[in-house]
């Protein structure tokens, strides 16, 4: 038992020592400021939206389906592939090895269930004013339903079930239990518990004689695995990991080959290229344009609104820095030698078309809410121009250095 909670220790250890390296490329200075700035949007539009609750919707089933979402605890066991091979001998003692994995998976993923339930108590006391007891008895569900799923999700998996079965079946099971608690204020909610109960009990019956299903566990962390780094990569460059590409048609008006392909044009296209039909920054790209355009929706402020659309632009542009060391240290300059300028230039020119698309696409939008104060859209284009005109003069800089 002890060396089995030793091993998954040892690779906890390690797990989060790669994901405190990675974490500096996140969370570095402009990302930070604009979380935090994106936190006190929020905290500003949340309170004024709080004042006046629009009406006929139901924000119990709302509250209940998010704390169902985030319910679903995966269960992270860090296995390898050669575990399959070299801890066959101690297979009985991998329950060990899977209940620190259920502890650790639910301690790391509990937070997100908190600050869920601090977030939705404000809306719910403004709908039902005084029952901070049944506020209490939620949040007591909230906490316990997402262990119970975790224990029977090993359950599952030993039984030979999917994930997507599993996942429907807690969804059902935490739904249930937060609609009827919230809406009737019935005890009838804990029957989720009991139910959850009763199924882990007949799988572990089931399962008494059941071999390790050392194939799909291994394949699961590998998925876990695969699924941060690919987060990771919309920051940083991740060593190992392949850029997935996929070809949308209706972006292809975008990248008509120039009419004379030369030197001076095959990295602007190339730029695009690889933007356009990239998964990862594409869709973080649309990720970012989509929150901030919600919140100069919501916060009906020009002064706000127009910072946040202006910090946007900031965060957007300096997003696309990884196409640079993609394009200028790939294949291309080994098959096509080009001058590093040439490089830049494409560059260069690929962040200004940038600057203009979103801008526009901001200004719009901010026009639409404020079309008083429409003369603030030139702040989104003046800080897009500036900060390419920054990030092309420390590229610049760092390719001098690169060539002494």
């Keep these: 038992m002890n060396s089995a909670k030793k091993l998954y220790q040892t690779r906890r250890q390690n797990d989060l020592k790669e994901k405190r390296y990675y974490n500096k490329f996140i969370f570095n200075g402009h990302f930070s400021v604009f979380l935090v700035i994106?936190?006190?949007?929020?905290?500003?539009?949340?309170?004024?939206?709080?004042?006046?609750?629009?009406?006929?919707?139901?924000?119990?089933l709302i509250v209940s389906v998010v704390l169902a979402v985030t319910s679903l605890?995966?269960?992270k066991t860090l296995l390898q592939d050669a575990d399959q091979l070299?801890?066959?001998?101690?297979?009985?003692?991998?329950?060990?090895?899977?209940?620190?994995?259920?502890?650790?998976?639910?301690i790391m993923r509990i937070p997100l269930q908190m600050i869920v339930l601090i977030v939705a108590y404000p809306l719910m006391n403004a709908l039902h004013p005084n029952e901070l007891v049944t506020y209490i008895v939620l949040a007591i569900l909230a906490i316990i339903l997402p262990y119970m799923g975790l224990v029977l999700r090993w359950q599952w998996f030993l039984c030979g079930l999917e994930n997507v079965t599993i996942n429907l079946v807690l969804f059902i099971f935490s739904l249930s239990a937060y609609y009827?608690?919230?809406?009737?204020?019935?005890?009838?909610?804990?029957?989720?518990?009991?139910?959850?109960?009763?199924?882990?009990?007949?799988?572990?019956?089931?399962?008494?004689?059941?071999?390790?299903?050392?194939?799909?566990?291994?394949?699961?962390?590998?998925?876990?695995r695969s699924n941060y780094y690919k987060?990771?990569?919309?920051?940083?460059?991740?060593?190992?990991?392949?850029?997935?590409?996929?070809?949308?048609?209706?972006?292809?008006?975008?990248?008509?080959?120039?009419?004379?392909?030369?030197?001076?044009?095959?990295?602007?296209?190339?730029?695009?290229?690889?933007?356009?039909?990239?998964?990862?920054?594409?869709?973080?790209?649309?990720?970012?344009?989509?929150?901030i355009a919600l919140l100069m929706v919501w916060l009906h402020q020009p002064i706000v609104s127009a910072v946040i659309g202006a910090l946007g632009m900031y965060i957007i542009i300096l997003q696309m820095s990884q196409f640079y060391t993609q394009e200028a240290y790939g294949l291309w300059p080994q098959v096509w030698p080009v001058s590093d300028l040439l490089v830049i230039k494409g560059y260069?020119?690929?962040?200004?078309?940038?600057?203009?698309?979103?801008?526009?696409?901001?200004?719009?939008?901010?026009?639409?809410?404020?079309?008083?104060?429409?003369?603030?859209?030139?702040?989104?284009?003046?800080?897009?121009i500036l900060t390419v005109k920054s990030t092309i003069k420390k590229l610049k800089y760092q390719e001098t250095l690169l060539r002494d």
């Design 231 to 291: 987060f990771v990569n919309m920051f940083t460059d991740v060593k190992g990991l392949e850029a997935p590409a996929a070809r949308r048609k209706y972006l292809d008006v975008f990248l008509r080959k120039p009419k004379q392909f030369n030197q001076n044009a095959m990295y602007l296209y190339l730029f695009k290229r690889n933007f356009m039909r990239g998964k990862d920054a594409f869709h973080l790209t649309i990720r970012l344009f989509v929150i």
């Design 86 to 106: 070299f801890l066959l001998p101690y297979e009985k003692q991998m329950r060990h090895y899977i209940q620190q994995s259920i502890y650790v998976s639910y």
């Design 73 to 75: 605890f995966p269960l």
């Design 348 to 384: 260069e020119k690929f962040l200004y078309h940038t600057v203009v698309i979103v801008g526009l696409l901001l200004s719009l939008i901010y026009i639409v809410v404020n079309p008083q104060s429409f003369y603030f859209i030139a702040l989104f284009f003046i800080v897009g």
């Design 38 to 60: 994106l936190l006190g949007a929020f905290i500003l539009g949340y309170g004024e939206w709080l004042r006046s609750i629009p009406k006929g919707i139901n924000y119990t």
């Design 180 to 224: 009827v608690w919230l809406d009737a204020h019935s005890y009838m909610a804990f029957g989720s518990i009991v139910s959850i109960l009763v199924l882990i009990y007949l799988l572990k019956s089931y399962n008494k004689k059941r071999h390790f299903p050392w194939h799909f566990m291994i394949e699961q962390a590998k998925q876990h």
